[in-house]
């Protein structure tokens, strides 16, 4: 089999027929469905089994609610396909979407387009041109934030995830798949771009740098990231690019955090800045901040920047 779709339900009756169409419609026809119902309340598991009553290749799986990682790593878990790609109930692909197979069979992974529905209140899309990249040509021209944090719009090899033990880390609410898509760059040698067809967002949130404050979650994001980031040799511009927005809200969980004492917090601060100076300056862009800043680091003297960055934060 070539590939596995995994699609995640959770109370999705609205869209979910639109979404499984969207595959079954494909002149391609080697693929599963994997219909994860994550404990929904609506009607979706319902329309799930009417799927795979008509369909052998749609298959259903009903679980008790645990959140979108649990059900992709669910999918995972099942996947008999060469290839993994992910679709969101909520979303839909666009004709010919698995063509691309029939011209990468070389890469480790593919990344597709993405488009906004015209109903979506995501700002922005994604297009990339049909391109192969060494890995190490990808990484000098992409970086994780903002060209490939999602896990859908992308075919994964299903060896690489279950030989290099991947999944979705179930302890993030948010930002479990750009930690997946980093965990999964450092197996890849070959990785390839298309815009043959699109994946279409139609409820997209507006990115991580928009979603509210989680201090748990922005916490074990921004450790996460940053030591996958430690362990391979990324080019300067590519970790600070990646880094940038786990950073920006962990500076702030730095501030709304109460179980982290004063003391701490300073050395937190003085940690960060040091290690990430030019990219803090990317982050607060006003001069007058830039100088405090700039002081701190001079003089190793982070009380009035710890200050400043107090009343910033209240």
């Given amino acids: 089999m070539e590939v596995t779709v995994v699609i995640p339900v959770y109370n999705a009756e609205k869209y979910l027929d639109e979404c499984v169409q969207s595959v079954l ?5 080697d693929f599963e469905i994997l219909l994860i119902n994550d404990g929904s309340s609506d009607g979706s598991g319902i329309i799930c089994e009417n799927y795979a009553s008509k369909d052998s290749r749609v298959k259903v799986f009903h679980k008790k609610n645990g959140g979108v990682s649990t059900a ?32 990468k069979n070389d890469t480790d992974w593919i990344l597709l387009d993405i488009k906004r529905d015209v109903f979506s209140d995501m700002g922005v899309g994604m297009d990339f041109e049909n391109q192969v990249y060494e890995a190490a040509e990808f990484v000098n021209i992409y970086s994780l934030y903002p060209h490939f944090p999602e896990a859908c719009a992308k075919f994964f090899k299903n ?15 948010f930002g479990e798949d750009s930690l997946f898509n980093l965990q999964y760059l450092k197996f890849c040698q070959i990785i390839s771009t298309t815009n043959i067809s699109k994946y279409i967002y139609r409820n997209g949130g507006g990115g991580l740098s928009k979603l509210i404050q989680d201090i748990k979650n922005d916490t074990t994001l921004f450790q996460e990231i940053e030591k996958e980031l430690e ?3 990324y080019p300067v511009q590519f970790c600070q690019q990646t ?39 990317t982050v607060f862009t006003n001069p007058k901040i830039r100088l405090f800043f700039a002081f701190a680091r001079l003089t190793g003297f982070y009380c009035i920047l710890d200050q400043v960055l107090s009343k910033l934060n209240k």
């Fill in 72 to 103: 992709r790593n669910m999918g995972i878990e099942y996947a008999k396909g060469k290839w993994i790609t992910f679709i969101d109930a909520d979303d839909y692909i666009q004709e010919n979407y698995f063509e691309v197979l029939n011209l």
């Fill in 159 to 173: 060896s690489i995830v279950k030989k290099s033990n991947l999944r979705f880390n179930t302890d993030l609410k």
């Fill in 243 to 281: 880094i940038r927005i786990p950073l920006t809200r962990y500076l702030k969980v730095l501030y709304s955090d109460k179980s982290i004492s004063p003391a701490n917090r300073l050395l937190l601060l003085r940690r960060n800045v040091e290690k990430y100076y030019n990219v803090c300056l």
């Fill in 25 to 29: 419609n494909q002149n391609f026809t």
């Fill in 231 to 233: 362990k391979h040799q």
